[in-house]
Each structure stands twice: as structure tokens, then as C-alpha cells.
């Protein structure tokens, strides 16, 4: 490089990216974006990307360019700055147009309270609800923390638990689709993830079920791990059937109106634990379409600043290989979609997260160096991903089955990465969601857990 002004800044301030907010923000620039790349010089200016931005033109002397890119910039070695050119590379760059994202803990409520005992462990439990947030049919957002088992109010990491429900959207004619048993072929039911979660539906529907067999063993599955370990754990919900990604966008075609409030209600759940409890690390785990809620959430905190200790995904990725697979698969026996469902009418409800122009998936996000530890989990046997059904084209032409290709992209961008922070795991022999079992997915996470607090890394809120 001759010599030049080269200035990196890095810029993590949330109140900068707020101000940086271009809603026509491009995710990526390359040469082609930037004057032609080699000799070409690259005209002055500010480029502004939201991922990243690859360069191997010529600043010529006199002009003035500035590189703004969310995670990473690439200057390639036939990168050239001119003698009295005036050349920054700043990381930070241009957030999406909702970051940071609009939400309110003051409508947040203590619902009911309540002791737990199991053997020799008590947990004590504290429900809340958040009126600021309707859900698609009836009643609001709630959520509970389970205290530290035998020792309330200790300072404890935080454990953010997603849990799954599928997808569903209103069609034209308000008539709600839904997805069907794998086994049955009998549709879901669309008030399970559209209507309030009550005590009994987070306490017992998913950490009793989660932790305690029918023989009322416990079960030695992630969660039960984390609660021995002396963490805090969050239940959150959703209620919007939006893969806990909704923004407060409209509610497309319900009769009722309203909005999709996934992530808002989730990171206003969050900032009012944090807040409110002594919190140390804090991981996010998320069970199929709560995998994609658990990305979505620390690809937002990551935007302001806050860069959570890791996340687990499992069964489920915010690929659009995801995409492909379901459009492929609708209507087949054994899948866990209908003919008739729609995957971009079920995309376009969520909004942001599942729109190509403004989200290139977790495997580009991840190439362009989202910096937030992150674990692929899937079982081979999963219906969810085409487990055990005839190989899609694109699998086919890959030589891989069909849930080893929906998860291959991120397979191959992470092992091209030296040393990366993140991992995707294979659970043989494992149908959906197998870090609620014992095995191997479950110490999958053990491992995933301690090489990340074996760097010391900081806590996200302090």
C-alpha cells in the first residue's frame, strides 16, 4: 500500500449505529460497487454496508473515501491508497433501519409467584406478563424466571430459553395455515402459539416437561443441566406464531389486526431480568423455531453493542436453504408441512429476518463475521429438516441428505474459518429438538459452554 491516511475505527457505541440507520443499506459492496476493483479508482465518497464490504481498487491522490461496514472490511492485496489520499475504514457502518429495536419494559407486570420442590431441590419461580405486547389472537406477552435451585436472588448466569411451535401465517382469505404432524398428518393447532402462555404453560408445558420425565425422573437434558449448575433461567414465549422475530410490523390478513412482537417482547424480557436480577453471563438456547428466535436476538443485541456469551440453535437455522427445503417438501407424507402452506406467505409475516434483500441468512452473517459464538445442533432423524424422506434436488446433487444439506452452508463457511468460534454439531440417531435428551446433543452444549467460559469472556449487561 503507498503511503496514505489509513484510519480503522472501531465503533461500538449503540447510539452510533442508531445514527448511521439507512434503510436502503446494502448487506455487502464489492468491487463491482466500488469503481471496478484494481486499477479502477474508487470514486470519492462514503460506502456504507451492513455486513461487509471486499475492495481491491486504487484511492487516488486527492480523493476522499470512506469505508463503513457492520462487521468486517477486506482490503485485498491489490488494495491501493495514493500518496495525499484520504482513506478511513470504519467498523460500524450502517445499521438496518429498526436497530436498535424499539421496545418498553414499564408495561411489565408480577403476575404470580410460586415455590417449586423436586427432591432435594427447590426453585423458586416468578411469572410476568408485558401488556405493551398483544399476542395474534388473545391476551399479552409473559414470561418466567426460575431462580438458581436452593438460592434465590445469588448473582447466576442467565439462561435465555426459546422454546419451538412451528409456523403459521393468515392466508388472502384469513383462513390460518399451519403446519401438520409428521405422523398423523393432522394440522396443528393455530391457538397454541397466538394466545397468551400462562403459568401452567410455561411452568408445565415447558420446564416441567422439559426437565421431568413421565416417571417423574429428571431428565438429563440441557435445561436440566443448566438449572444444576446454579443458572437463572428465562422462558419466554411466543404468541405471534412469528418465530419470536416480529418487530411490531402488521399482523398480515388476521381479522383481529394487531402486530408480530417476537423479538420486541423477548429483548424487553430480557432487559427487565438483567435489570432486575444479578446476572452474570447470559446464553440464549433456542428448540426449532426458537433457534432462529435465539440468532435473531443476538444478531440484534449485537447491533447495540451488547454481544451475548453464545447461542444454541437446534433443529432449526435461519438459512434460506431452510426455505428451499420446505418449498420442496410441502405435502409429502411424513413432512411437517401441508401442500397448501405457503413458506413465502409464512416468511413475509415475519418480516425482516426472512426477506432476502435485507437479510442474506446466518451463513453469509456468520462469512461476514458476526462475532457472537454460535452452535448448530441437529438430529439426522428430524422431520422438521426431511430426515428419513427422498432427497430434495439440491441434496441429491450434493450427495448428502436432506437435513446434512439444509445445515452444510454453515458447515462449510465455519470450518473455512481458522479457529472459529462456532460450531455445527450432528446428533446421529436423533429425530427433532435433541437437547431436550440426554446424549449427545445435550453435551454437545457442555462443551460448546465451557470452551466459551474457559476465555473469560465479559459479562453482556454490565
Known amino acids: 500500500m503507498k503511503n496514505s491516511t489509513l ?18 443499506c446494502p448487506a455487502d459492496l464489492t468491487d463491482a460497487d466500488l469503481g471496478g476493483g484494481g486499477a479502477n479508482p474508487v470514486p470519492s465518497g462514503t460506502y456504507l454496508a451492513g455486513n461487509s464490504i471486499v475492495s481491491t481498487g486504487d484511492v487516488a491522490t486527492g480523493s476522499t473515501v470512506v469505508y463503513e461496514a457492520g462487521t468486517i472490511i477486506n482490503l485485498e492485496p491489490d488494495f491501493s491508497s495514493d500518496v495525499n489520499a484520504d482513506f478511513s475504514a470504519i467498523i460500524g457502518g450502517c445499521a438496518p433501519s429498526w436497530a436498535p429495536l424499539d421496545r418498553t419494559t414499564t408495561n411489565i407486570t408480577l403476575a404470580e409467584e410460586e415455590t417449586l420442590t423436586f427432591q432435594s431441590i427447590s426453585v423458586e419461580i416468578d411469572f410476568y406478563r408485558n401488556t405493551a405486547y398483544d399476542c395474534g389472537f388473545s391476551g399479552n406477552y409473559t414470561f418466567l424466571v426460575v431462580e438458581p435451585a436452593n438460592n434465590p436472588g445469588v448473582e447466576a448466569p442467565l439462561w435465555v430459553f426459546l422454546h419451538g411451535g412451528g409456523a403459521g401465517y393468515f ?4 383462513q390460518y395455515m399451519i403446519g401438520v404432524s409428521p405422523v398423523t ?4 393447532n393455530p391457538a397454541n402459539h397466538n394466545t397468551e402462555k400462562t403459568m401452567e404453560d410455561l411452568r408445565d408445558g415447558q420446564l416441567r416437561y422439559r426437565t421431568i420425565n413421565n416417571n417423574g425422573q429428571n431428565i438429563n437434558s440441557t435445561l436440566s443441566r443448566r438449572i444444576g449448575e ?4 428465562l422462558i419466554v414465549s411466543m404468541c405471534d406464531h412469528d418465530l419470536h422475530l416480529g418487530m411490531g410490523t402488521p399482523y398480515l390478513n388476521n381479522p383481529n389486526g394487531g402486530e408480530v412482537n417476537g423479538l420486541q417482547a423477548n429483548m424487553a424480557a430480557i432487559d427487565y431480568t438483567v435489570a432486575n436480577y444479578p446476572t452474570t453471563h447470559v446464553f440464549a438456547h433456542g428448540t426449532s423455531a426458537g433457534s432462529i428466535g435465539a440468532f435473531g436476538l443476538a444478531y440484534a443485541y449485537n447491533l447495540e453493542g451488547i454481544q451475548l456469551n453464545g447461542i444454541v440453535m437446534d433443529s432449526h437455522l435461519a438459512s434460506y436453504r431452510t426455505e428451499t ?12 408441512f ?22 442474506s441468512g446466518i451463513e453469509d452473517a456468520i462469512s461476514n463475521g458476526f462475532n457472537i459464538p454460535s452452535l448448530d445442533i441437529y438430529g439426522n432423524l428430524d422431520p422438521g429438516c426431511g430426515g428419513g424422506l427422498d432427497q430434495i434436488d439440491e441434496a441429491n446433487t450434493a450427495g448428502l441428505d436432506n437435513c446434512a444439506w439444509v445445515h452444510d452452508g ?31 446433543a445435550s453435551d454437545f452444549v457442555d462443551e460448546f459452554i465451557s470452551d466459551i467460559l474457559s476465555t473469560n469472556p465479559p459479562h453482556p449487561f454490565d
Open 7 to 24: 484510519i480503522f475505527i472501531c465503533l461500538l457505541m449503540a447510539n452510533y449505529l442508531a445514527a448511521q440507520n439507512v434503510s436502503s
Open 171 to 174: 392466508n388472502e382469505d384469513q
Open 185 to 188: 398428518g393432522a394440522p396443528r
Open 230 to 233: 446454579g443458572y437463572r433461567i
Open 325 to 336: 427445503l420446505i418449498a420442496a417438501l410441502v405435502g409429502e407424507p411424513g413432512f411437517v
Open 338 to 359: 401441508p401442500a397448501d402452506f405457503n413458506i413465502s406467505e409464512a416468511s413475509e409475516k415475519v418480516g425482516w429476518f426472512a426477506n432476502p434483500d435485507e437479510f
Open 410 to 440: 454453515i458447515r462449510q463457511v465455519v470450518e473455512a474459518q481458522a479457529n472459529s468460534i462456532h460450531q455445527v454439531r450432528r446428533a446421529e440417531g436423533f429425530g427433532h429438538v435433541p437437547t431436550h435428551e440426554d446424549g449427545a
